[in-house]
C-alpha cells in the first residue's frame, strides 16, 4: 500500500466526525442486539415429558397440569 494512501485513510479516522459516526453506529449495533435478545423468547417445551434441568421436580410436576392442554 501506498504511503499517500495510507495517509489520507488515516486522516479520514482521525476526522471527529467521522469517529462519532462509527461511535454512533457501534451503539446502534449492540442496542439492536440487545433488543433481538430480548425479542427471542427463552420459555420451557409445553408438552408432558419435557423435564428441563432449570426446574426441579417438584415445579416440574406441579406444572404439567397447567402446561398441557
Known amino acids: 500500500m501506498d504511503t499517500q494512501f495510507q495517509q489520507k485513510l488515516n486522516s479520514i479516522k482521525d476526522n471527529p466526525k467521522i469517529k462519532k ?3 454512533v453506529f457501534e ?3 449492540k442496542t ?3 433488543a433481538i435478545d430480548a ?3 427463552k420459555q420451557k417445551p409445553r ?3 419435557s423435564y428441563s434441568s432449570s426446574l426441579s421436580k417438584k415445579d ?3 406444572n404439567i397440569s397447567t402446561t398441557t392442554r
Open 21 to 23: 459516526a462509527l461511535e
Open 27 to 29: 451503539n446502534a449495533q
Open 32 to 34: 439492536y442486539e440487545q
Open 60 to 62: 416440574y410436576y406441579a
Open 47 to 49: 408438552y408432558r415429558g
Open 39 to 41: 425479542m427471542t423468547i
